[in-house]
């Protein structure tokens, strides 16, 4: 397969944005809102800097460095970020944080991933240990919320932290295994409320209704990007999420369309009325199966397979139109709640009725991270 296509549209995806409006974040564009700071341009941003590694091509630091500091001021407080509404969505973008400072020396980076950490040390909590996913969602824990937060805790820990609090990294993923994951179809809900309150919850379990893919997907991502960030001696925590990961992927291979090679917006419907082949999901599912295969954390035959993955999204999304190419299949947004949208309800026919866009980051972002592994086959 030509992947130099690709090459081509990660350049038009910098080239055609400024930090203020970049053209990945259509939820934004979408709703006429100011740019902040978001998990969705973190994503992207820390897509370009492995790009920037493998490549050597300095434009890419330097795009990160002008985006991100365009939302980092001296102080290191950032543009459009809120610390009591303790949502951890937003410290994903922080990552990008470590290797910025690392490649720059600008103080202000390194305040910035101090007040991030601050969040995380008085982040709500459920009884047993597990971060809200947001202060208005009270005792909720998200799938997605586990990539979101525990990246950037594990850095945190692994480089400045000395790793005293890998237990509590560990334990969050443990209780998401232990609460959130079927056994028998071996796939994780979408979330899981504590309290068992929520409109959506189960009143038994807690749980959501379906399992949706790139909730699943962001879960794999936070996995093995998590296990390689630990420090060398963290021996028991690596084991254990070793454990982890290795069922969940495994769980999943079996959901793989044979035809697409693509997994389903809704996981466990493969071929249902509106449910379609998602791009985002996909793609996350196929970096973390190369990354754990390349760091030998998975079976070596799940290199290949996460490559045919990859290479099902380029064939059925990936379009080229007057010269520029397009990513699409990309489910643009969901969630659960809160009361007063009660379409969020979890339940298949939720799931279908979102928006499904081109060249959001939710898409391109792990679109090139796959890329990334690709690259290092």
């Known amino acids: 397969m030509d992947y130099s296509l690709i090459d081509k549209y990660i350049d038009r995806l910098i080239d055609d944005s400024t930090p203020d409006r970049p053209i990945w974040n259509i939820e934004n564009i979408k709703h006429g809102k100011p740019a902040g700071w978001n998990y969705i341009d973190g ?22 460095d002008r985006f991100v500091d365009y939302y980092v001021f001296e102080d290191g407080t950032i543009r459009g970020y809120e610390l009591d509404t303790y949502n951890v969505d937003n410290i994903n973008e922080g990552r990008v944080l470590f290797d910025l400072y690392r490649e720059t020396g600008k103080p202000k980076y390194r305040k910035a991933i101090d007040l991030l950490y601050s969040q995380l040390k008085t982040q709500p909590r459920t009884a047993i240990g597990n971060f809200w996913h947001k202060k208005i969602y009270p005792n909720q824990v998200w799938l997605d919320g586990l990539y979101m937060a525990q990246v950037f805790y594990t850095r945190y820990e692994a480089e400045i932290n000395g790793g005293k609090d890998y237990e509590d990294i560990v334990k969050q993923f443990q209780n998401v295994y232990d609460n959130m994951y079927d056994k028998q179809k071996r796939l994780y809900y979408h979330g899981w409320d504590y309290s068992k309150t929520a409109f959506w919850a189960d009143k038994k379990t807690g749980l959501s209704k379906s399992f949706w893919l790139r909730s699943v997907g962001w879960y794999t991502v936070g996995l093995v990007d998590c296990i390689c960030y630990l420090s060398s001696g963290a021996n028991d925590a690596k084991t254990r999420l070793v454990k982890i990961f290795r069922d969940t992927i495994e769980g999943l291979e079996k959901y793989i369309d044979g035809d697409s090679k693509m997994f389903w917006q809704v996981v466990d419907r493969g071929g249902m009325e509106g449910n379609y082949l998602e791009t985002s999901g996909s793609a996350m599912i196929a970096y973390a199966m190369m990354k754990g295969a390349r760091f030998g954390y998975l079976d070596k035959r799940y290199a290949k397979l996460g490559e045919e993955v990859f290479n099902g999204i380029c064939k059925k999304y990936l379009t080229e139109t007057d010269g520029k190419l397009n990513l699409g299949g990309i489910c643009l947004m969901a969630g659960l709640g809160p009361e007063t949208n009660r379409k969020r309800d979890g339940s298949y026919e939720y799931y279908i009725s979102e928006p499904v866009v081109e060249n959001d980051a939710k898409g391109t972002g792990p679109f090139v991270m796959a890329y990334t592994e690709i690259q290092q086959l």
């Open 43 to 64: 994503c992207m941003m820390t897509s370009l800097y492995t790009t920037y590694l493998l490549t050597g091509k300095k434009k890419y630091l330097d795009f990160i």
